[in-house]
Nanobody, 123 residues
């Protein structure tokens, strides 16, 4: 089974940037669509971005478009989320997900989750 470990979270001021990483072990990620979700205080977990198994397709939530970029390096078995122009509304625990049902999307189907990494944006 694939195991996912997120890193790169932390405290940043509004307008700042962070890059999250999601490293996999157990299995190669090259067959899976990968994505990021987040769960803010008192909110449900929400989709942020996804990338197809080969990196050829990406989707980003409207709230993150123009600010967040998802990428992957299959040779390193790692997926990234570059977050720019952060604002306090981006404060959340960010979760990496591997899509086990479709190689193109993680928004539906069975997913494997990481443990999450906290991102806090101060105003």
């Amino acid at each position: 089974q694939v195991q996912l470990v997120e890193s790169g979270g932390g405290l940043v001021q509004a307008g700042g940037s962070l890059r999250l990483s999601c490293a996999a072990s157990g299995r190669t990620l090259s067959s899976y669509a990968m994505g990021w979700f987040r769960q803010g205080p008192g909110k449900e977990r929400a989709f942020v971005a996804e990338i197809s198994y080969d990196g050829g397709r990406t989707n980003v939530a409207e709230s993150a478009k123009g600010r967040f970029t998802i990428s992957r390096d299959n040779a390193k078995n790692t997926v990234y989320l570059q977050m720019n122009s952060l604002n306090p509304e981006d404060t959340a625990v960010y979760y990496c997900a591997a899509g086990l049902t479709s190689p193109f999307s993680v928004r539906t189907g069975i997913r494997r989750w990481g443990q999450g990494t906290q991102v806090t944006v101060s105003s």
